[in-house]
């Protein structure tokens, strides 16, 4: 198997789990190879071993990848990440950011569950991907069993998507394993928290952005335990990169063209969103040069910063081995 996508990505999908199933101006994102062929069922019969049930068809898995992280800061230091890839169909991905006892790099036996206590045997997010790794649909709620003999993985995954629709199935076979744990983020800007007399400045990675419609999201890599992002509504779809100018920001996303918000999360406290100010932005060549000035109203701070870089898209971010904490996630 070729694995130089699969760790790719990574920190966009790892900060955009700030909350179980809920998750704003992130982007989700897996990286495997594609194989099989075209493995859809008679949608009336229920799903075997390696099988899963999905939009009304029985398909067949292709590949299962397990990638550790050790501590996410996003999830508090009760457990370690390892996140759970199957590849079902025609292309397509179930991928499940899952919750293990500190001290473990692997998925354990045992029934893991979606909430937001961030404990072990949980799962803090989840979604289906397409062929390009994009998401299709999140999940809403998800349990996971998973049992495991020697070097074989015996899951059982049971998940309703924020379509209505829901994925089932059975994964059995052995999983590779990956360790994303030790990628090292560069610093490509800073933000200066002001409040109450105080600043605390912390720094922040490259940029990776996606495309929604109208709506550009950015999702700045995570140094300083602190997640940071940002989208921007344009005037009009189809655009491939961020247009540049001044956007004014808003307490939220509208239907305003020109304007942006955004949050910011230290560590495993609640995400406090922009109300007020500006950001501009500039462009040399394939550098960005952007210039954050805002407020949060929710506690009365300032924020200040600057962003000197490129901003990758998710998909152009996967072609980098080290990418998932620059750049499954991504």
Known sequence: MNTKFLLSTRAGLRRSFKNIFTISLGILCC???LTGCDKNKDKDKDPGTNQFTYNGKIVDTFSGEQVYFGHYEAFGNNANNVDLYIGIGDNLYIALSML???????LLAETYYGDNTFQPYTIASGAILDENFDVIS?????TVTVKVSGNTY?????????????VVGNYTGTLEWFDGSEEDVESYGSLTINKNGTGTTYDFGQGNFSVAARLLSIDFETIDNMTFVFGFLLDKT????????TYDVMPGIGNTAGTCNGYIKIGSGSAKNSTSG????????DNYSMIFDFEIAADGSTVTGTYNGPLKSTKAARASVKSMRRALQK
Do not use: F, Q, S
């Open 138 to 142: 999140y999940m809403t709620a998800a």
């Open 278 to 285: 500006t950001v501009t932005v500039a462009k040399t060549g």
């Open 154 to 166: 015996t899951i059982d995954v049971e998940a309703t998507l924020d379509n209505k629709k829901t």
């Open 31 to 33: 990286c495997m190879v």
């Open 238 to 245: 189809g655009y491939t990169a961020l247009p540049v100018g």
């Open 100 to 106: 293990v006892p500190n001290g473990n790099n692997k």
